[in-house]
């Protein structure tokens, strides 16, 4: 769950139009994290290994509530 409810695209608005309204914004705050490097000749354990530190940094990042 983002902490930056207007960052939601949900309900039946568009996307060209949430994208519009989103980028018209002067400041979006973002966090960025950078990984570890990892490698493989396997494409699949490749994208799953991405796959697996993205998911579980998105789940650090939750706010505890």
């Given amino acids: 769950q983002s902490r930056y409810v207007l960052d939601y695209w949900v309900g039946k608005e568009g996307f060209l139009s949430h994208a519009s309204r989103r980028f018209r914004e002067k400041k979006i705050p ?14 699949d354990d490749l994208s799953g290994q991405a796959r697996n530190w993205i998911n579980t940094r998105l789940a650090l990042d939750q706010p505890t509530r």
């Fill in 30 to 43: 973002v966090t960025l994290h950078y990984g570890p490097a990892i490698a493989s000749a396997d494409p």
